[in-house]
């Protein structure tokens, strides 16, 4: 006998229904797509894609700031764009797997001597997702019906080319230089690296 | 009249411990409301048991770049189970660079138990009083005496098959008949046993023989090989087949599914809990359900995230917190060490269908059990679990991926050698430290429903890596002594979290100010909390921690009810 929830369904009216905030877009999950970010979301019963292109990167107070254009497209296929867009990185998920190519990670030191590695540390780390802070948006302005004031973009790497691939490992050098006592030169560096693959799109 | 009903508990996750609670307590006459974040099963439409690759269009691999894509920390997830697991993009977690955690998560009714690996081994003496033999850590405020009768009733209501082998260190049970051992793990089991060490059948929650009149509707396993698709005929212990059905003909269950809890409810006036505020998953209204007991078997990392994300003036680090312990000595196992190669002797033989038998050999822990097994390089000690065999595609085009040539001769090498292949790999205990912890992150990322995520911050110690240095080398041992064609040794240690054995945070104590919780799961600070999932734990041992987990609910469970009874709580 298999427990079947589709049958049994507790009435909401047990619950003390609390005020629903109007509706707020939390987050967007993307993909990093040639040098955008792609992905989608709902707000009420509408889907839209989304898209945001990073212009340029910098560093200030530590966090990889980028600016770019936002492009938000309803289901009709009409879609709305927002320049100059600042998105800030708040913090990042470690990736585990292949690591893209790139020089040694200065954030973990080398392994023992003799004792086994560990995956996706050491050399082979390198960042998986981006958490970035978009900028307060207007849902209006873009067609959508929602509150877009903290909107966190969730950026995936999955690269499908040895473009995606550097600019993960462009991305992942950012994130290793601006973490713990980060060296100024060697964030600047990543950064500008980072800066060469946007412009070259 | 208020229409809000006061539940005498609420239980938050339906997953082992969950769903034990609610079958415990609903037995024991209180009502109680069940909330799963998931989504709930049909089982018609959700368990894949029966579905052959080639009914897919894409062979059982899923539609291209679904994994790395959408469910990329969901290591154990395949095309036919993907639905139990969460897709990543909605449920962050963060980590420090060079630090990774591999976090795999089920979402839906049932959880994880939905495609469990099943081995289910009791913990000993040597792994409560672990602190006493070696000097590390604390001990469990529990011995195994204490747990012994809880895991006698346990593993007759689950069903365990195994052999009583007589291992000090892994305690017997009450089992039903042990899954045989195919030609190539009967290979390797004489091979450990020449270098010293026990080979034993695997000991599994899966119906072996008939089953028993309170596993209602169960049947003894088939032998399908697709346990981990989500087993529908009740052959392998899920709360869909064995917890739930008995706590809903109680009639004093109410399951909520789609239930996403942000935090829990306190009373000011009390300072009790007094409920769990929750978004629904698909329409997000938010709601507080009332109750006078909080369960928490969200498992482990989600449990202790409800508690610190349950912070308040009263509570300014979270609930249950006093201690500040709340969050540390985060654990998983270790494994990615062992070796493999190929039993020749057993090429060209008649293929048959081993892997319709999920279960294999384990080699039970053979260091720092005695004083003439003590290591001076690491404390502690590890497993292996091994397997050999036929396997079925596409399990099959890993073998014939990696045999040289092509043609009609490829096909008779990968022909010949299909019977042959075998492998060990570890699992091994981490030790509990406090720097290994789990936070609310930071810099405020949140997930899909606007909740504050968790930020993981987890290494291993030089113990762990002395550890796989040493598991490589006796691997290698192992099989070689059995005769077989060693192809590969060592290995890399997985990642933090990929054995999917997380424990810790909210660990068990005999001291309010070093724990979060009681000898009975029951949270210092606040007597009507209890926390009867893997976070209890106070050390991983290297076993398997569902078949514990159970057995600590069932004990915690009797507390809670007796206490209830009492007004104690």
Not at chain 2, 178 to 200: F, S, Y
Not at chain 2, 459 to 483: F, K
């Amino acid at each position: 006998m298999l427990f079947r929830q589709s049958e049994k369904r507790a009435s909401d009216e047990a619950f003390v229904k609390l005020p629903t905030k109007p509706t707020r877009l939390h987050s967007i999950a993307t993909l990093s797509r040639g040098n955008a970010f792609r992905g989608s979301f709902e707000a009420g019963p509408a889907n839209y894609q989304f898209t945001y292109t990073p212009a340029k990167a910098s560093i200030a107070g530590g966090r990889l700031h980028l600016q770019g254009r936002v492009i938000v497209t309803d289901a009709r296929g009409q879609a709305r764009a927002r320049e100059n867009v600042k998105a800030t990185l708040l913090t990042t998920q470690g990736g585990i797997g292949t690591a893209p190519t790139r020089p040694g990670n200065p954030a973990s030191g080398a392994p023992a001597n003799n004792l086994p590695e560990i995956e996706s540390t050491g050399v082979s780390s390198f960042t998986g997702v981006l958490y970035l802070e978009l900028e307060p948006l207007r849902g209006g302005a873009l067609g959508v019906a929602a509150d877009l004031g903290r909107v966190q973009l969730n950026v995936r790497f999955a690269p499908l080319d040895d473009a995606e691939r550097a600019l993960q490992a462009a991305y992942s050098s950012v994130v290793d230089s601006t973490y713990g006592k980060s060296n100024a030169s060697v964030a600047a560096n990543a950064v500008n690296e980072l800066n060469k693959l946007l412009a070259a799109h | 009249m208020a229409k809000e009903k006061i539940y005498d508990a609420i239980i938050i996750g339906s997953g082992a411990s969950g769903g034990m609670a609610a079958k415990e307590l609903t037995e024991r006459g209180m009502e109680v409301l069940v909330l799963e974040a998931g989504p709930p099963v049909n089982p018609e439409r959700d368990l894949s048991t029966h579905r052959w690759p080639y009914e897919s269009m894409y062979r059982g691999f899923g539609p291209p770049g679904w994994k790395t894509q959408e469910q990329w920390m969901q290591d154990t997830a395949g095309e036919f189970s993907r639905h139990f697991y969460v897709k990543d993009g909605e449920h962050p977690y963060t980590t420090d660079p060079g630090k990774p955690f591999l976090w795999v998560r089920a979402r839906i009714v049932g959880g994880k138990t939905l495609h469990w690996g099943r081995m289910s081994y009791r913990l000993s003496d040597l792994d409560f009083k672990a602190a006493s033999h070696d000097g590390f850590g604390d001990d469990w405020p529990i011995s195994y005496v204490d747990l012994s009768r809880y895991y006698d009733k346990a593993e007759e209501f689950i069903g365990v098959s195994g052999n009583r082998d007589g291992l000090p260190n892994l305690p017997d049970g009450n089992f039903l008949p042990p899954m045989k051992l195919n030609c190539g793990e009967q290979l390797l089991r004489k091979g450990a046993e020449k270098v010293g060490r026990h080979g034993i059948p695997m000991r599994v929650a899966m119906l072996t023989a008939p089953p028993k009149p309170w596993m209602k509707k169960r049947a003894k396993c088939h032998f399908c090989g697709n346990c981990g698709d989500g087993c529908d005929v009740g052959a392998m212990f899920n709360s869909l087949t064995s917890t739930l059905p008995v706590a809903e003909a109680t009639g004093r269950m109410t399951l909520r599914p789609n239930s996403v809890v942000r935090h829990i409810t306190v009373d000011p006036n009390t300072g009790k809990a007094k409920g769990v505020a929750f978004v629904d998953r698909v329409t997000h209204e938010e709601y507080e359900a009332l109750g006078k007991v909080i369960v928490l078997g969200a498992s482990t990392l989600e449990s202790t995230r409800i508690l610190l994300n349950s912070k308040s003036r009263q509570h300014p680090t979270g609930l249950g917190n006093s201690s500040a312990v709340l969050g540390h000595y985060l654990m998983d196992h270790f494994g990615g060490i062992g070796a493999s190669g190929y039993f020749n002797i057993l090429a060209g033989r008649d293929p048959v269908n081993e892997d319709g038998k999920t279960s294999g050999l384990l080699v039970p822990r053979f260091r720092n059990i005695s004083k003439e097994t003590k290591q001076q390089r690491f404390i502690r000690g590890y497993g292996f679990e091994c397997g050999s065999g036929s396997r079925m595609y596409p399990a099959f085009v890993k073998n014939a991926a990696l045999t040289p040539g092509f043609g009609s001769e490829f096909k008779k090498r990968v022909r010949h050698y299909y019977t042959t292949p075998v492998s060990m790999t570890t699992r091994a205990e981490m030790l509990p430290r406090r720097e290994n912890y789990a936070e609310i992150d930071p810099d405020g990322v949140v997930d899909a429903w606007g909740i504050p995520v968790l930020k993981m911050h987890v290494q291993y110690s030089d113990n762990e890596r002395e550890m796989a240095r040493d598991a490589a080398q006796a691997s290698e041992e192992i099989l070689r002594a059995a005769g077989a064609e060693v192809v590969s040794t060592g290995g890399r240690m997985t990642a933090p979290g990929r054995i999917i054995h997380e424990l810790g945070t909210a660990r068990m104590g005999n001291d309010p100010k070093t724990s979060v919780l009681n000898k009975f799961n029951q949270s210092w600070d606040m007597k009507n909390l209890f926390v009867v999932d893997g976070a209890a734990f106070v050390t991983s041992a290297n076993q398997n921690p569902t078949l514990t987990i159970l057995a600590l609910t069932m004990r915690a469970c009797d507390y809670l009810a007796d206490e209830y009874k009492k007004g104690n709580l």
